[in-house]
């Protein structure tokens, strides 16, 4: 298995997460689907690794639920990875770095994924992601906000060279996390990553943000109704 494959199908999607890759930062498990969301699909496991798997799959739709306002049915999300690829990580520490050409590729099929259906708010998570759908024009915005945080989160070179992902600038996620900007008039809502969620103590200063990002996405879904 080289790839994931995305969770959900557009014609009924509402609401599209995007993630960073599919491997996590400490665990060896190769989801078929994005997240593990074909699990919510039947009952939890016994067996306890496959039960976190599970247990991940469902902390994503619970986090989709409270930026939400409800229980999302299943069918009304989109759930996939800016890249699908199972990336090397090669024993490294930290986000793996998305190269530019796999961004590239995530960020064109994600834009056809968004125009064969009728989305009403896309989620990216964390950073990285943000990064690259702003780099790659993903983003309708050109202001001074986007260049100063593309800017910031710009990887850092000696980082880069090692094949991890690290922000150039102190903390830029904090600028643009929880607003609202679009893709061809879709909303766009940045967002932490499902692993920070619920906040823990040394993400606290993003609890502002992320309210803010609940109230954005609550409204981008009564817009549609």
Known sequence: MRATRSFGHPSTARILAIGHDPL?????????????FDYLLRPRPTYKPEAAKY????????????????????????????????????????????????????????????????FRVILPMAVQTFYHLCSLKFIDEDCQLITRFMRQA???????????????????????CGLRFHHNGVPVVPIVHVKQWPLKSRFKRYQDPML????EVRAALRAAL
């Open 154 to 176: 710009l990887p850092k070179p000696e980082k880069a060279g090692q094949g991890i992902y690290c922000q150039s600038g102190k903390a830029p996620f904090l600028d643009v």
């Open 55 to 118: 247990s991940l799959a469902e902390a994503v739709w619970n986090y989709v639920n409270f930026l939400a306002g409800y229980t999302v049915p299943l069918d009304e999300l989109y759930v996939t990875n800016l890249c699908n690829e199972f990336l090397d990580r090669g024993g490294k520490q930290g986000v793996v770095l998305i190269p530019d050409d796999k961004a590239q590729s995530g960020v064109e099929q994600i834009t056809r994924i968004v125009a064969s259906g009728s």
């Open 24 to 36: 996590l930062q400490k665990g060896k498990a190769k989801a078929e689907v994005a997240f593990f």
């Open 212 to 215: 803010r990002a609940s109230c």
